[in-house]
């Protein structure tokens, strides 16, 4: 019995803690795509949050300047994205492939000239475990919910801000009118490209905080590549938790919880190669687009560009 409540609380806290990069990530993806706005970018935004991260937590000796300094990081690129999707209007999905495809080239090569080209990762200060008196000692759940790293409490907690936001405030409507119907949006005196440029600064924050807590608080360190696709997961979780902050919850812990399944399977030494168990979280991925894609209602204008005063 004792082991059996040890492997619940290790697969909750574990599912928790690799939930929360996804979840970040997909509730900034969320923001920019109730506006209209999709990127799939996001893996290579996430990329060089990552980067970020370790390369600012050595700098200042704080993983939480490394993540702040990693948000803003990801609003600089931001800043780039919306002006060739929202200025320009460029096609949104190639300038997403565009930017993983940048992404992976210029962290890889900063990464090489800054810390060598060696065996060695580069290592970072990490986030450290709180545990919150009284709620850990909760038998089963405690542990896992209430002794878990301040970056994770702080995901969970954008989750009813951001719905909040949505559904309760002036600006969260104007957001939503914007990626339904912009053309109304428009006639009714609201700015669609000033809308589309806050959310996409104000997600891809959140999408260079996601990026550096895989490197600091997952790992503490940074390697070429390592977000592995989680970006694409993000994006998944947007659309099975049908672009609502609290279905993207629920999502981002189904993924969570394939990537601390296949984690444990592979601590207590089973037979089945490690690759396969890597696996699971895509595989996962790929059930759910293909389950839910046809029943989830993205916002009207996703993904198309818009003009102002024309048809």
């Known amino acids: 019995m004792e082991k059996a409540v040890d492997f619940i609380t290790y697969i909750l806290s574990t599912d928790l803690r690799t939930a929360a990069p996804i979840l970040i990530a997909a509730l900034g993806l969320v923001l920019m795509e109730k506006s209209g706005v ?23 000796g704080s993983p939480w300047m490394g993540m702040l300094s990693a948000g803003i990081v990801g609003m ?44 060695q990762a580069a290592r970072a200060p990490g986030f450290e475990y709180v545990s919150i008196p009284l709620f850990n000692k909760i038998p089963v759940i405690g542990e896992a919910l209430f002794s878990q790293m301040v970056p994770v409490y ?6 009813p801000i951001i719905q909040w936001f949505f559904m309760k405030t002036t600006v969260g409507l104007k957001v939503r009118s914007v990626g339904e119907h912009p053309r109304a949006a428009d006639t009714a005196g609201i700015d669609v490209s000033a809308v589309r440029y806050g959310t ?24 070429e590549n390592m977000v592995s696709g989680r970006g694409f997961i993000a994006l998944a979780v947007v659309i099975f938790g049908k672009w609502t902050p609290w279905g993207i919850l629920g999502a981002a812990l189904v993924f969570g919880l394939g990537d601390a399944v296949q984690i444990k399977i592979q601590t207590i030494g089973s037979a089945v190669p490690y690759q396969f168990l890597m696996m699971v979280p895509y595989i996962l991925t790929i059930f759910a687009l293909a389950g839910f894609v046809g029943r989830s209602q993205a916002p009207a204008a996703s993904g198309k560009p818009f003009r102002s005063g024309k048809t």
Do not use: D, K, P
């Open 38 to 60: 999709v990127n799939i970018g996001c893996e290579g935004m996430m990329l060089i949050g990552s980067f970020s991260g370790v390369f600012f937590a050595r700098l200042f």
């Open 76 to 119: 600089i690129v931001g800043i780039l994205f919306a002006y060739i999707v929202v200025t320009l209007g460029a096609n949104q999905i190639v300038t997403g492939i565009a930017f993983n495809i940048i992404a992976l080239g210029l962290t890889s090569t900063l990464n090489r000239l800054i810390y060598g080209v060696t065996s």
């Open 154 to 159: 702080l995901a969970l907690g954008l989750v």
């Open 200 to 223: 996409i600064l104000a997600g891809s924050f959140l999408i260079g905080a996601a990026g550096s807590f895989l490197s600091l608080g997952l790992l503490s360190l940074f390697t």
